[in-house]
């Protein structure tokens, strides 16, 4: 069965720091892995998927994601964290062989100015 | 720049009451969902359609009833309200069942007493 986890409920950086959110998955085929933002009474937005190929993915607002299959890790990334992505982040994996997307938990990130 | 529509934003129920969440895109998708977001729980399927005239059960069915109306649109109904489908309900898209993304709408927050 699938499943994706998403280790901490709430991560907390400094504005202009790194900032990263963990995601872990299992599936038992080959992954397609998505994240996808909340704001406040905001349905979820697409960010950035993996499908296949490069391991390092870029998607909107200056994020990436770096899929590494030998630890079934898709952690989500931004160099420099602005106070504005302070939201609820959500990681979701689908077996390539199936369609049913399965959601995360989320991350909510707190960007203090 | 419409994209999924859903309504109403807010309902509160009492416990025995029916209602219809609505719900319509105007991307010309194939296919939509409906999820309902529980704090620590992520996004859990309730059911899908993955094209017009056609409709799924997904991980937490019971107390949901369905109906594709057309292309466009797909309503959710909860025949008898209980405090356990206070929730918040979002209505997704995507141009099929193997799309890599989905389009979200705003949400319903439903609250049974």
């Known amino acids: 069965a699938q499943s994706v986890a998403q280790p901490e409920d709430q991560v907390n950086v400094a504005e202009g720091n790194p900032l990263t959110v963990k995601c872990t998955y299992s599936?038992?085929?080959?992954?397609?892995l998505f994240w996808y933002v909340q704001y406040p009474n905001r349905g979820l937005q697409f960010l950035l998927k993996?499908?296949?190929?490069?391991?390092l993915v870029k998607g909107s607002y200056g994020f990436e994601a770096e899929f590494n299959k030998s630890q079934t890790s898709f952690h989500l990334k931004k160099p420099s964290a602005l106070v504005s992505d302070s939201a609820l982040y959500f990681c979701?994996?689908?077996?390539?062989?199936?369609?049913?997307?399965?959601f995360g938990a989320g991350t909510r990130l707190f960007v203090k100015a | 720049n419409a994209g999924v529509t859903q309504t109403p934003k807010f309902q509160v129920l009492k416990t025995g009451q029916s209602m219809t969440l609505q719900c319509a895109q105007d991307?010309?998708?194939?296919?939509m969902y409906w999820y309902r977001q529980d704090p620590g729980m992520g996004l859990r399927l309730i059911y899908y359609?993955?094209?017009?005239?056609?409709?799924d059960k997904g991980e937490v069915p019971n107390g949901y009833n369905v109906s594709r109306l057309n292309k466009r649109e797909f309503s959710l109904r909860l025949e008898s309200a209980a405090p356990s489908q206070t929730s918040v309900y979002f209505c997704?898209?995507?141009?099929?069942?193997?799309?890599?993304?989905?389009?979200f709408g705003s949400g319903t927050r439903l609250t049974v007493v």
């Open positions: 993996y499908i296949t190929g490069d391991n």
């Open positions: 359609s993955a094209s017009e005239g056609t409709t």
């Open positions: 997704a898209s995507s141009v099929d069942l193997k799309s890599y993304g989905y389009t």
């Open positions: 979701a994996v689908r077996d390539t062989g199936g369609f049913k997307t399965i």
């Open positions: 599936v038992s085929g080959n992954p397609y």
């Open positions: 991307m010309n998708h194939n296919s």
